[in-house]
């Protein structure tokens, strides 16, 4: 993807999946059936995914107009189970907004 903010975008959908999939999935499995492998997985994948969103988040920051005030609160988002679902249509608008990048 050229545009950074639309990488973003994916991955923070992705880490917001990760982040349901650890609570809802690999939790239960943990507690009530006695399977700590399955959180150590998704935690795993989980982690990679949130520090990749970072560097994302911080290379929109660098590659574009972006006010530090929009990149806290799409960084707030991230650590709330359901807000990257609910801002996503906002990172959209942002991402069109985005000049895009030379490969």
């Given at each position: 993807?050229?545009n950074?903010?639309?990488?973003?975008?994916?991955?923070?959908?992705?880490?917001?999946?990760?982040?349901?999939?650890?609570?809802?999935?690999?939790?239960?499995?943990?507690?009530?059936?006695?399977?700590?492998?399955?959180?150590?997985?998704?935690?795993?994948?989980?982690?990679?995914?949130?520090?990749?969103?970072?560097?994302a988040?911080?290379?929109?920051?660098?590659?574009?107009?972006?006010?530090?005030?929009?990149?806290?609160?799409?960084?707030?988002?991230?650590?709330?189970?359901?807000?990257?679902?609910?801002?996503?249509?906002?990172?959209?608008?942002?991402?069109?907004?985005?000049?895009?990048?030379?490969?």
């Amino acid at each position: 993807m050229k545009n950074p903010v639309s990488f973003l975008r994916s991955v923070a959908l992705l880490e917001a999946i990760s982040y349901l999939a650890l609570l809802f999935i690999a939790m239960p499995l943990k507690y009530a059936l006695g399977m700590p492998l399955a959180v150590k997985i998704v935690g795993a994948v989980h982690g990679g995914l949130f520090v990749v969103f970072g560097f994302a988040l911080l290379r929109v920051l660098m590659t574009t107009n972006w006010p530090f005030s929009r990149a806290v609160l799409v960084f707030i988002a991230s650590l709330l189970p359901l807000v990257p679902f609910f801002i996503d249509r906002r990172m959209r608008a942002w991402a069109s907004e985005s000049p895009q990048t030379p490969a």
